[in-house]
Each structure stands twice: as C-alpha cells, then as structure tokens.
C-alpha cells in the first residue's frame, strides 16, 4: 500500500487530523534536509512535501521563490533530491511527496522520472502548474507498480470543475486556501468554509488545506471541515530564523500537530 | 485535435486557480471574434486612434544599394510606436465586453507596457505593469511614459530581472486577481487561448502588408521578415502568408553576444521543449531543466522562450528561423537611420539586419518586407552606451 495512503487511513482510525509540512530539498544542505526529515517524522509530522527547487516557481511567493533560489545556488537538483528520499528510506517510511514543476520532469523525461520515484520510494507528487487537463501524459506512466499518486488541487474557484478533479483523485486532496501563491498572509478566501465544505461534501477521500497557515490556531475556524493541514512557508521562515536547529523544528512540529487535534 | 495545441506545442500549464479564467476567457473570445459589432469596434479603434493603416514603404536607398525590393511594414508609425498598441486594444475591448475593470501586464522593452497603460487610460480602467528591474533602467522613456499615463509600474527583482521575472511576477498577480482582474499579456505566448488572441489582433498587419503589396507590385513577395522574441509582431506579419507556400517566412531571433558563447535569446536554435508560462515550447534550458538566462541587447528580445506557434512552425518546416547578434543589429539599425531616415527599435533592427544579408541573394525582380515593429526613440540610451566606445 501507498505510505500516503496507509498513514491516512491510520490517522482515520485514530480520529486524527494530518499535520503536513513543506520544505525546499537542500536547506540548509542535503545532509541537513535528511535530519530533518527524519526529526519530523519523530516529532509527528505526518506527511512531508519536498520541494524540488526550480528558477521559475510561478505558484510560490516570496518565501519559497527565495528558498528555492538558495537551494539552486548550493547546486541541489532533481538527481539530488531522489538521493535524499534513498537515503531517508533506509530507516524511516514517513510518506514523502514531490512539490516540483513540471518543467523538470519534462527534461528528466517523464518516464524516467515515474521510474526514478518508484526506485527511490517517493509516494506522491504535486505539480501546481500540471492541472487536470494536462494531466494525461504523466497519468499514462503512473499505472506503474508502486507508483506516486498524483494529488489534486482544488481552487476556491474551482466550483463546477470539483466532482471532474475528485472522480479519480487519491491520497488526499489540496484545498488551496486564497487565490494566488503560498506565503500569503492576507487571510483565507472569503467564502471558505462554503467552498471546503462543497469539496469535503463531494470527496470520497481526506480534504487537507494549505496555503497562508502559520499556526493550529489558523485553521480553528475550519477545522471541522478539513483532515488536516499543510504549512509551507511559515515552516521555511522557521527553520530560516532558527538556523535549521533540530530542536526547534521538532518542538514546532509536535505543538502543532498536539494543538490541532486538541 | 486538441485546439489548444499547435503540435506537441501549447497548452494550458498554470494552477488550477486560473483554469476557469481561462476557459472562461476562452468562450469570450471566440465570441468576440464572431460578432460584427466587435470587430467594428476594433477596427474603428485601429483606425482613429491607432492610425492604421501602417504604411508599407519601398526604401528605396536600400533597395538601390541591395539590389532587390526592401519594403519596410511601418509598425512604427503606430500611436504609441509600436505594433504592441493592436493586441492591447482587441484584448482591452475583451476585457471590458467581459466586465472586467482592472488590467495587468508584464513588460520588455516597455512598449507592451506603455500599450497597455495607453489602452488602460483610453478605457478608464486601473493598469499595473510589471517590470524587470534591469528593464526599468534600460528602458527607462518607457517606465517615464507608463506613469504619466497613469499606470503602476512594479519593479520585479527576482531571477535575471527582465522579461521572464516580470512574466512570472504578473502570473503571480494574476492568480491572486483573476476574479476582477484581466491579464493582457504581450507576446504570443502564456497557455491557451493567448497565444490565438495575439495572433488575432497581430493578423492585422499581415492583412494590410498583403492588400497593400498586391496593390504596388500585382503579386505576392518573394520573402516576409520579422524579428521573434515571444513572437508577437512575427506571427501577426505571418498570419496570412502561412497559407501562401511560395511565400518564403523568416524570423530573426537575438543570438546575442552569439550563440556559441551561450550569451544569447535564440529560443529555437539550441533551446529544448520545457514548459514555461503555461506553454510547452521551446525553452533555454540549464543541465539541470531549470531555465537558463537569456540575452540580447534588445529588452524586447531579452525572453528564453518563444510562442507555442513558431515552435510548431519551426518543427514544420514552414518558417525558418534564423539569429543575428547585438552587433549586427546595431549595424543594421544605424544603416537604417543614415539611408532611410529612420530609427528603428533594436528589437526590429535584428529583422533588418538579415533582411540585408538574405537581400544579396535576391535580384531586383524580387521583394521581400520586413517588419519595422517599432521606432527607435526607446532605445537611444542603450545606442549611446552601445557607441560609447566606437565609431557611430
């Protein structure tokens, strides 16, 4: 079974709502993206989302663009990044998925690159600027045994295109929670409760929401709605202000996963 | 066939936030097209207040001096001075058939962004430009020009500080925006139906070039050039000559400081298929798949893609394209103000430039036109330092 989908269904068993996280591979170097990865899934983190850098990440702000930036410059590529998952995958299963563009399986060459994330025991992929229509070239690959799933992604706006993103949709599903790029802080899309409770309503698997969430404390007037939810930049800033100290990363992944199933 | 796909090249590579913009936009558009009072509008607009039709010009120093007929296309003598002003009023008359108040834009050399903030102010409507920051100081007329029309001009300073930041940045807006906030893109690139809209409102000056050539010389040119940075003035010079196979297409992209020293903006000579601003095409790529920094000393230039349809239309066989370097650009433009008495954009200097190395193989039974995209007033600075060092 996939370690994404095997981990929510445990978490459903437990009645508890996911805590995911998203970090930019190779900050502050391979070696420390590696313990971190293994600290979170010590401290409880139950999902982590590897960013693969890229030049151009169109559906990021400023956070994750500048740590992308930084992680290109300290020579982190696609190659590297799988090396990571390999090496994490000696002793620790926590379910791991690609945050990347599309841009760089395409010159990996998309096949190759459904091979590689089997091989290395990478479990899901989200491609912000692959949508559903586009979809077709990479799904062909991803019938491959102990392939990655590919998370859908749900827009405020997405309205009548929800029941056509959910029909074949697995793991979970990513309810972008504002209009634009991660990092923003200018508070949730103004009908969201209406706009999760219509994708909560029509999915048939966990609704995680991210985008623009700092704390537990965020998400305390949707937390009946969503499963969980998904931290981005505010953990990047974190981790940047903190030097990547091991202790204050598991410390924030531990509250917040105890805050929001309190 | 999938309509939104010219080949392998095309599509609709954004987030999901921007899917139903587009579909919707889509509709819109077709609509638009179809419908005889939208045209009218368009047309009237080109008319008085753009000033079309464009002349198409026999120079006739050159023509002496190269032994074939040089026709220049004058999108020069545009309002706004350039041929940018014709895709901002078809996508701004859109925009306002569609409701929409607010209109965004990134920009290069500036002209798309001064178009804009010309249609914008025409319309009442509120316009940001997005800007490279190495752009606002090279271009720095046209950053003057948008804000005494009353636009926002946002500095982008993120990546090589030209054209793609600024693309990725008004991306960026947009998505936050779509709800109110229409995105007039420049080029003829951005996923689907965009790269079909600029061709649409670009076919223009084709459509003039033809009607216009059949009426001077009874037939159709021998060869059509045009520069290609995203390709916006090229696929609107091409539109009506796609069909006419005796008709020879050439588009000129930068090479830069040349294309064996890496320092260029010739998407379609050493690029590979990626994906970049919601299009598959050919794209100047790293070892690693991230997108490598273009460069020509003309900001118009200045992009590592190219539109979806020139790939095709390279794949095809249809257009050749070619590169000329900074140098040989700016020789063609001073050649232009010293025998014709006008001073082209750098970005049209590039087509000149092999106009004049293709004209002596042709004879003075033959033609060709090239498209004079824009005038040259933009980039005196950029002149100047060029000729700092050397003679003028």
């Known amino acids: ?262 | 066939m999938n309509k939104k796909y010219y080949g392998q090249f095309g599509g609709q590579y954004v987030s999901e936030t921007l899917m139903n913009t587009l579909d919707e936009l889509d509709v819109e558009f077709e609509k638009a097209i179809a419908d005889p009072e939208f045209r009218a509008e368009y047309d009237y607009y080109m008319k008085d207040y753009v000033g079309r039709e464009t002349p198409l010009y026999l120079a006739e120093r050159l023509t002496e001096k190269y032994g074939t007929k040089i026709y220049l296309k004058r999108e020069d003598l545009n309002h706004t001075g350039a041929h940018k002003i014709n895709n901002v009023i078809g996508q701004i008359l859109l925009a306002r058939r569609m409701g929409k108040k607010k209109v965004i834009a990134e920009t290069g050399a500036g002209q798309h962004g001064v178009a804009t903030a010309t249609g914008a102010a025409l319309f009442g409507m509120e316009c940001t430009v997005y800007m490279g920051a190495e752009d606002i100081e090279r271009q720095a007329l046209n950053v003057f020009r948008m804000k005494m029309l009353g636009a926002e001009v946002v500095s982008v300073t993120s990546g090589s500080n030209t054209l793609k930041d600024a693309t990725n940045e008004a991306i960026r807006a947009w998505a936050k925006s779509a709800e109110d906030t229409f995105y007039i893109i420049g080029s003829a690139v951005g996923p689907y139906p965009y790269p079909k809209m600029v061709k649409e409102f670009q076919r223009i000056i084709s459509r003039e070039t033809k009607k216009q050539f059949l009426e001077k010389e009874g037939r159709l040119p021998e060869t059509v050039i045009a520069c290609v940075g995203g390709g916006s003035n090229s696929i609107g010079m091409f539109a009506e000559f796609i069909d006419e196979k005796d008709v020879e297409l050439i588009g000129v992209e930068a090479a830069g400081h040349g294309i064996e020293t890496g320092k260029h903006a010739s998407a379609m000579s050493l690029g590979k298929p990626g994906a970049l601003h919601g299009m598959r095409s050919y794209l100047l790529q790293d070892s690693d798949g991230n997108v490598q920094l273009a460069h020509s000393i003309s900001a118009g230039l200045d992009y590592p893609g190219v539109g979806p349809e020139h790939a095709f239309l390279r794949d095809s066989g249809r257009v050749e394209y070619v590169s000329i370097t900074d140098e040989e650009a700016m020789d063609a433009l001073m050649e232009l103000c010293r025998m014709e008495g006008i001073i082209p954009a750098i970005e049209s200097a590039h087509a000149l430039a092999y106009a004049f190395k293709k004209a002596k193989t042709m004879n003075m039974n033959q033609a060709m036109v090239v498209c004079l995209s824009g005038r040259g007033d933009k980039d005196v600075h950029t002149v100047a330092e060029y000729f700092k060092n050397k003679p003028m």
């Open chain 1, 1 to 262: 079974m996939n370690r994404i989908e095997k981990k929510l269904k445990e978490l459903e068993e437990k009645k508890q709502k996911a805590f995911i996280t998203y970090m930019t591979a190779g900050l502050p170097s391979i070696k420390g993206t590696e313990e971190i990865i293994r600290a979170q899934a010590e401290a409880g983190t139950d999902i982590i989302e590897l960013g693969v850098p890229f030049s151009d990440p169109v559906a990021d702000g400023p956070v994750i663009q500048a740590a992308s930036f930084k992680s290109i410059q300290l020579g982190t590529n696609l190659e590297k990044v799988f090396g990571i998952v390999e090496d994490v995958r000696k002793d620790c299963q926590i379910p791991i998925v690609f945050m990347m563009y599309y841009n760089t399986i395409l010159y990996y060459g998309v096949e190759r690159f459904v091979d590689r994330c089997i091989a290395s025991g990478v479990d899901g992929l989200i491609i912000p600027d692959l949508p559903f229509e586009e979809q077709g070239e990479i799904n062909g690959y991803l019938l491959k045994k102990n392939a990655p799933i590919l998370i859908q992604l749900v827009a405020p706006v997405s309205k009548q295109r929800i029941p056509m993103l959910l029909e074949k949709a697995r793991g979970f599903v990513y309810c972008v929670s504002t209009m634009g790029v991660t990092g923003q802080s200018t508070g949730f899309h103004k009908d969201i409760r209406k706009y999760l409770s219509e994708v909560k309503a029509a999915s048939s698997i966990p609704v995680m929401m991210g985008f623009g969430i700092s704390s537990a404390k965020d998400v305390e007037g949707v937390k009946d709605i969503i499963d969980g939810a998904i931290v981005g930049s505010a953990f990047i800033n974190l981790m940047e202000k903190n030097d990547y100290n091991v202790d204050v990363i598991k410390e924030y992944c531990s509250t917040f996963k105890k805050e929001l199933n309190a």
